[in-house]
């Protein structure tokens, strides 16, 4: 959709999804820098780098709206910690970021503690502005690029955000039109991929592509999670360089999507109301996704693959699973006797206190 129309619509229902996505992981990300009795980074930064005006045509919450009541929500600990957090909104357009500067200091209330900082201007004068922020190991951020389509997000900008140590990510792609139009030049020229099989696994081919321009010795986790915006699906694609955000997001992203923790459609087209009484009894609470993996968790574990507790939980999440995804496996390799643990779940805490693990041979 074209930026100038997005707010004299209602959002979609797929826009919504894609807003309460975000809002859950903001909600999520805060409290890591703010909880804490004396948080470490002492700087919070977060950005809006395609803001519009803060609502649609009826005012429900955008993305601003939704930043701004996250950190209003965590004001106690902000100001009793003396934490300075600031929150950039840009968008191309002035007359949008005027229009969102007096919605939400007039409707929402900026308070003295929050620096807002709203900017008109290109999306690449803006990042290259604020690239200084993005890559301060001294400031935790986090960035959402609610791009218009997919051409801002590309190689050259990835590949910089990937090497921005404290700062997680959530950019929107426009996955079907990619899809349709992989062959096309305009689109191999900023992109090129083997187009997916089934539009609905599109996004996960888009994944790998992003996947393939992380420089090379750089750890960086990626997740999607695509949506329907009426016949159309489009992605959120979440990059952290930290095994913890990526936990945080796997984690909205399984509550959303119960099946396969990565898209609010049945993505693997099983439609079984019709059958179901026929079906075995551990159909429905064995997803395709969930066996795929536990099968190869289960094999990697016998071949002697993973071996420590922290390879366990790094596994899990680089394979798009939560750390408690691990748990039936391990509780069956215990029965039999294959593994020694004293734990069914690896925790992030074995990046740096691995709990004993051994493979029986």
Same mark, same amino acid.
């Given at each position: 959709?074209?930026a100038?129309?997005?707010?004299h619509?209602p959002?979609?229902e797929?826009?919504?999804?894609?807003?309460?996505i975000?809002?859950?992981?903001?909600r999520?990300?805060?409290?890591?820098f703010?909880?804490?009795?004396?948080?470490?980074?002492?700087?919070?930064?977060?950005?809006?780098?395609?803001a519009?005006?803060?609502?649609?045509?009826e005012g429900?919450p955008g993305?601003?709206t939704?930043?701004l009541?996250?950190?209003?929500?965590?004001?106690?600990d902000?100001?009793?910690?003396?934490?300075?957090?600031t929150?950039?909104?840009?968008?191309?357009?002035?007359?949008k970021i005027?229009s969102?500067k007096?919605y939400?200091?007039?409707?929402?209330?900026?308070p003295?503690?929050?620096t807002?900082?709203a900017?008109?201007?290109?999306f690449?004068k803006?990042?290259?502005?604020?690239?200084p922020?993005?890559?301060?190991p001294?400031?935790a951020?986090l960035a959402?690029?609610?791009?218009y389509?997919?051409?801002e997000?590309?190689?050259?900008?990835f590949a910089?955000?990937?090497?921005?140590?404290t700062?997680?990510?959530?950019?929107?792609?426009?996955?079907?039109?990619l899809?349709?139009?992989?062959?096309?030049?305009?689109?191999?020229?900023?992109m090129?991929f083997?187009?997916?099989?089934?539009?609905?696994h599109?996004?996960?081919?888009?994944?790998?592509?992003y996947?393939?321009?992380?420089?090379?010795?750089?750890?960086?986790?990626?997740?999607?999670?695509?949506?329907?915006?009426?016949?159309?699906?489009?992605?959120l694609?979440f990059?952290?360089?930290?095994?913890r955000?990526?936990?945080?997001?796997l984690?909205v992203?399984?509550?959303?999507d119960k099946l396969n923790?990565?898209a609010?459609?049945?993505?693997?087209r099983?439609?079984?109301s019709?059958i179901?009484?026929?079906?075995?009894a551990?159909?429905?609470? +064995?997803? %395709?996704?969930k066996q795929?993996? /536990?099968? *190869? &968790?289960e094999?990697a574990? $016998?071949?002697?693959?993973?071996t420590?507790?922290?390879a366990?939980y790094?596994?899990c999440?680089?394979?798009?699973m939560?750390p408690?995804?691990?748990?039936?496996?391990?509780? +069956?390799? %215990?029965?039999e006797?294959?593994i /020694?643990? *004293? &734990?069914?779940?690896?925790? $992030?805490?074995s990046?740096?206190?691995p709990?004993?693990?051994?493979?029986k041979?």
């Amino acid at each position: 959709m074209p930026a100038d129309e997005i707010e004299h619509k209602p959002y979609t229902e797929g826009t919504l999804v894609k807003l309460d996505i975000f809002k859950l992981y903001a909600r999520a990300w805060l409290p890591v820098f703010t909880a804490k009795p004396d948080p470490y980074w002492k700087r919070l930064h977060l950005f809006d780098f395609f803001a519009g005006e803060g609502r649609d045509c009826e005012g429900t919450p955008g993305s601003p709206t939704l930043i701004l009541k996250e950190i209003k929500n965590r004001s106690g600990d902000i100001c009793h910690k003396g934490l300075k957090i600031t929150f950039t909104a840009c968008d191309v357009r002035p007359d949008k970021i005027a229009s969102l500067k007096r919605y939400l200091d007039t409707e929402h209330g900026i308070p003295p503690w929050l620096t807002v900082d709203a900017r008109p201007g290109e999306f690449e004068k803006i990042f290259s502005y604020y690239l200084p922020i993005l890559k301060d190991p001294n400031t935790a951020c986090l960035a959402f690029l609610d791009q218009y389509g997919f051409k801002e997000v590309d190689a050259n900008v990835f590949a910089t955000l990937t090497t921005c140590p404290t700062t997680d990510i959530l950019f929107f792609i426009s996955t079907q039109y990619l899809h349709r139009f992989a062959d096309h030049p305009t689109i191999r020229k900023s992109m090129e991929f083997e187009r997916a099989g089934d539009h609905y696994h599109a996004h996960r081919v888009i994944l790998e592509w992003y996947r393939s321009k992380i420089p090379k010795g750089t750890e960086y986790f990626l997740a999607p999670f695509s949506f329907r915006k009426g016949s159309n699906i489009y992605s959120l694609i979440f990059g952290s360089g930290h095994p913890r955000g990526m936990e945080q997001f796997l984690t909205v992203a399984w509550q959303k999507d119960k099946l396969n923790g990565e898209a609010d459609y049945d993505l693997n087209r099983e439609n079984f109301s019709d059958i179901e009484p026929y079906l075995p009894a551990d159909f429905f609470t +064995k997803p %395709k996704k969930k066996q795929i993996f /536990e099968a *190869a &968790f289960e094999k990697a574990i $016998r071949d002697g693959q993973l071996t420590t507790e922290a390879a366990l939980y790094l596994h899990c999440l680089e394979n798009g699973m939560l750390p408690s995804h691990a748990s039936p496996v391990l509780s +069956k390799l %215990k029965r039999e006797g294959v593994i /020694e643990c *004293a &734990f069914v779940s690896p925790r $992030r805490e074995s990046l740096k206190e691995p709990r004993p693990f051994r493979v029986k041979i």
